[in-house]
């Protein structure tokens, strides 16, 4: 049975951090590119970034740039999500997904269920 469990959301004063996990089983993790996703309320899932399999290649959301770090351990079947500098509209559920293929082509196949990071004084 394929899962990815995330973990570490929680509630952030504006500026803090939180790191994201997310663990895999199920399928083979480390020959997929795997990426965050976030939705918040009322708007459209959006993608936030996304690692290659050996964590060669991120790509990152301009709202996120700068700020946000991706990186996965595939000894561990996990893939991580540092957030720095949060911000209000950082506030979502963030979720995981594995991608069909090797590197970052958007076409995912497998996903998470979401842990809600919210940022608010």
């Known amino acids: 049975e394929v899962q990815l469990v995330e973990s570490g959301g929680g509630l952030v004063q504006p500026g803090g951090s939180l790191r994201l996990s997310c663990a895999a089983s199920?399928?083979?993790?480390?020959?997929?590119?795997m990426s965050w996703f976030r939705q918040a309320p009322g708007k459209e899932r959006e993608w936030v970034s996304c690692?290659?399999?050996?964590?060669?290649?991120?790509y990152y959301a301009d709202s996120v740039k700068g700020r946000f770090t991706i990186s996965r351990d595939n000894a561990k079947n996990t893939v991580y999500l540092q957030m720095n500098s949060l911000k209000p509209e950082d506030t979502a559920v963030y979720y995981c997904?594995?991608?069909?293929?090797?590197?970052?082509?958007?076409?995912?196949?497998?996903w998470g269920q979401g842990t809600q990071v919210s940022v608010s004084s």
């Open positions: 690692t290659s399999v050996r964590g060669g290649s991120m």
């Open positions: 199920g399928f083979p993790f480390s020959s997929f590119a």
């Open positions: 997904a594995a991608d069909r293929v090797y590197f970052c082509s958007g076409n995912t196949n497998y």
